[in-house]
């Protein structure tokens, strides 16, 4: 085959498993029928787990119809952005669902983000609802003064627990930080009074495939949020993608770990959607730290379980692990970064299960490219694109060639789960999506002769830690706010938990002292936890480009040498 032609030939296809195809024949179906089907065919099964607390698939579809209930009482109308605000527990998917049964625009945020950040997606977005947890609920009542939210809803993790632990949650729960007494305001409601209130709504608004689902929150390097328009084709293709890609798993027959925060696109789909659309049980993990893992894993025997790089070295790091058991895992999903050998084989050795990496972006909803999950794997290869979704690889510098196979350049994507574009952004839009419909998408990358692809680097400057993707001049902005600082830059250096860690470096303005703590500090007061800081290094000038402008990748290169 011709180089020019590589990618046309779509020679990955030679490489899929037995079951797959090339093509999907695709159902035009919203996700919450999804969930219809599912209680067709399984009312009574698991469909959600909590802290040992099930909610069967016809529970959960009767809890879905309440707050649809409620949200129209709340003036909530087809096109209105609705604001979710959790971590994983029950109301996060009953909120997603009835948001998108009565044709709203679901905005799923972190909790982890700051006043400054969210209120940034909550008006950019022009959310009218909220619901979120009690622990945050007293900060979004101030934060709405700023926002076009009108009403705002509130649950708490000991909302929905098993009978012994739901007594015992009130004497330990302000004790742990897991509860906290909401002061009274205006048109502000418990989860739990809502859902007693209302009667179920399973009317499933008139929207169409190409109507936009979602405003889902990616980082930019930039440093401004900017809010991906994910249509109801683009997640509901995504998940057929997912589902097609692996045959072996049926329907009704898998339990699912719902670890990967929901409010991350690569949890909404792999874990929340695909379990929806498959009838599996969805173990919900809130804090997925090694101890709960481990303890969901094997209390539930879980069966399917993505999860990203942490995570599976925080369970193998754990004391536990050798008295644990993980058997029950079949199949093993992981993304967001790459995953060390000797941690494939280690989990594969104590689990028995199979380990496929992936890839993806939030632009994709997000999943593009996995490994065969019953071919050949490749270690270091992000795998093979899905169904339907044709990729390419361009020169850096004339986008308008392709690289010859095992050449680097700038991966370029097609498929159905491409986003629309993004929000009130053209030009980053235009700057994203080709004309013919490719998404760029910043990522150095190469394709070997049997077609499976490998990152190599990122064109962006994106720092990855612990799963999270963090911007760094969204840190240099804050850094750069601070009254003693003249200059700062923040790169990736490698940590051993998280895989990246992000290191400032600094200028101070002449005569001004500051501690490494107090930069950090600084940062923890305007940041999410997992943006901040873990080494802080002063000096006295930066690499800068012949107009000025600091030089990240010198100070990455600095680094690496030492």
Not at 533 to 539: D, N, T, Y
Request: aromatic letters at 10%; charged letters at 25%; a negative charge.
């Amino acid at each position: 085959m011709s180089d020019q032609s590589a990618y046309t030939q779509k020679p990955w296809t030679a490489a899929y498993e037995t079951g797959v195809g090339e093509q999907i024949d695709y159902q035009d179906v919203l996700v919450p029928q999804y969930l219809k089907e599912s209680v067709e065919q399984f009312p009574d099964n698991p469909a959600l787990i909590f802290q040992g607390f099930t909610l069967t698939f016809s529970e959960l579809n009767d809890m879905v119809g309440r707050f649809a209930a409620a949200l129209k009482s709340y003036g909530i109308q087809k096109g209105d952005s609705v604001a979710i605000l959790l971590p994983n527990v029950i109301p996060c998917v009953v909120a997603y669902y009835a948001t998108l049964r009565i044709g709203g625009v679901v905005v799923l945020n972190n909790p982890l983000y700051s006043d400054r950040e969210l209120a940034h997606q909550f008006t950019d977005s022009n959310s009218k609802f909220l619901i979120t947890l009690d622990l945050l609920a007293d900060r979004m009542v101030k934060l709405r003064e700023k926002t076009a939210i009108k009403s705002i809803v509130y649950t708490s993790i000991g909302d929905f627990l098993p009978f012994v632990k739901r007594l015992l949650f009130p004497l330990v729960a302000k004790k742990k930080g897991l509860a906290k007494d909401v002061k009274p305001a205006r048109d502000l409601h418990k989860f739990k009074d809502v859902i007693a209130q209302f009667e179920p709504d399973h009317t499933q608004a008139d929207v169409a495939m190409d109507d936009v689902a979602m405003y889902q929150y990616t980082g930019g390097t930039t440093g401004v949020s900017k809010g991906v328009m994910l249509t109801h084709r683009n997640i509901s293709y995504q998940i057929q993608q997912i589902e097609g890609w692996f045959p072996d798993f049926k329907k009704g027959e898998e339990v699912m770990l719902g670890a990967l925060p929901i409010f991350h696109v690569f949890g909404m789909s792999t874990s929340m959607n695909f379990a929806i659309r498959m009838g599996w049980a969805n173990v919900l993990v809130p804090k997925p730290q090694p101890e709960p893992l481990l303890e969901a894993i094997s209390k539930f025997k879980v069966t399917f379980a993505p999860m990203v790089p942490t995570m599976y070295i925080g369970i193998l790091d754990h004391p536990d692990i050798n008295s644990t058991d993980l058997t029950s895992i079949k199949g093993c999903f992981s993304g967001s970064a790459p995953l060390p050998v000797d941690v494939i084989n280690n989990f594969q050795e104590k689990t028995g299960a199979i380990i496929v990496e992936g890839f993806g972006l939030t632009e994709s909803t997000p999943v593009t490219h996995i490994n065969p999950f019953n071919g050949k794997r490749k270690v270091g290869s992000i795998g093979l694109p899905i169904s339907d979704t044709i990729c390419k690889i361009t020169d850096l510098e004339d986008p308008a060639k392709e690289m010859p196979v095992g050449e680097a350049g700038e991966l370029l994507i097609k498929g159905p789960q491409v986003m629309k574009g993004y929000l009130n952004k053209p030009d980053e839009t235009a700057k994203t999506l080709t004309e013919d419909g490719y998404l760029r998408t910043g990522d150095v990358a190469k394709m070997d002769e049997e077609g499976y692809f490998y990152i190599v680097d990122r064109i962006k400057d994106m720092i990855i830690s612990g799963g999270y993707n963090v911007y760094p001049r969204d840190i240099d902005e804050v850094l750069f706010e601070h009254p003693k600082i003249l200059e700062a830059c923040c790169i990736g250096i490698p940590h051993p938990k998280r895989g990246e860690a992000v290191k400032a470096f600094v200028i101070l303005k002449e005569g001004q002292t500051m501690t490494e703590q107090e930069v950090i500090d600084y940062c923890g007061s305007k940041l999410a936890k997992y943006k901040l800081p873990v080494a802080v290094e002063f000096r006295q000038e930066l690499p800068k480009s012949n107009v000025g402008k600091i030089l990240r990748k010198d100070l990455r290169a600095e680094e690496e040498a030492k």
